[in-house]
């Protein structure tokens, strides 16, 4: 699969073993690589970030006692450091109709490690639900990464401002979902980020030179703004359509899952 091949084989060994360890403890819809590794620009520091979706049996929700709706570990595993998190089939599909990039990210992204028998049909139906609603998470979460930018500048920092400006640009203008940046950059007019993503690759916390942060700051601001730009012009429906469907899978699936 696509996701472990970003992966070093020392990380991709420890991941494997930590999550069969939590497969065997629920059912997973799917389980994705997020992070640096998605996103196009990993260092040799860098976690394996690893996010997923699951579904518990039925019977699990309904008593006094339901299953939380997340499960968390982090765990450093022959020197690899693996964070996996996983969120319950029913939080996920409210949060698609929300518009949770997050999520969405999950389903659709191209770096997958593990893929359940539902994953395909949930696919499609995120696919039939995209709605603008999306650029409000977007816009508000490159926002927070540019506040945290703009107290510590690193080209980490900056790096993940304009990753998620430019996803969700792309999200708004072609209904596609795109984490990788270097595949986004010349679009945009924005290959000189290249310069970021190299010093990125050389570590997690290399600072910016000083005399260039007002400049990445400035350019990761823009950008921003391009999100706005493409809700406009944007093809995608204003509000989520196919929510019945979406409605009537759900209860299907809790059904077969007694």
């Known amino acids: 699969m696509k996701g472990y091949e970003a992966l070093t084989e020392a990380q991709a060994t420890a991941t494997r073993a930590l999550l069969a ?37 039925t019977r699990r929700l309904l008593g006094l006692f339901p299953s939380l709706p ?8 022959d020197g690899v450091e693996v964070d996996y998190s996983s969120n319950e089939l029913g939080q996920v599909v409210a ?11 999950r389903l659709l992204g191209e770096t997958t490690l593990e893929s359940g028998e ?7 139906l995120a696919v039939r639900t995209l709605s603008r609603r999306y650029a409000h998470h977007y816009r508000g979460f490159a926002n927070q990464q540019l506040a945290l930018a703009e107290k510590t500048p690193t080209a980490k920092k900056v790096l993940y401002v304009f990753r998620t400006a430019l996803t969700g640009a792309h999200l708004l203008a072609a209904g596609r979902i795109v984490t990788d940046v270097n595949e986004l950059l010349d679009d945009h007019g924005l290959g000189e980020v290249r310069e970021l993503i190299a010093l990125k690759q050389a570590g997690e916390r290399v600072a910016l030179p000083e005399a260039e942060q007002a400049r990445w700051l400035a350019m990761a601001k823009r950008t921003i703004e391009r999100i706005a730009e493409a809700w406009v012009r944007s093809p995608v429906p204003a509000e989520p359509e196919g929510v019945q469907a979406l409605d009537a899978w759900l209860v299907e699936t809790r059904a077969a899952r007694v």
């Open 95 to 105: 949060g698609l109709l929300k518009g949770n990039g997050n999520y969405l990210e």
């Open 70 to 77: 997340t499960a968390e570990r982090m765990e450093v595993r």
């Open 21 to 57: 360890e939590e497969s065997a403890q629920r059912m997973h819809v799917v389980i994705y690589l997020s992070g640096a590794h998605a996103y196009g620009f990993p260092s040799p520091d860098s976690d394996v970030d690893a996010k997923a979706i699951h579904v518990e049996p």
């Open 118 to 124: 539902l994953h395909a049909e949930l696919r499609e």
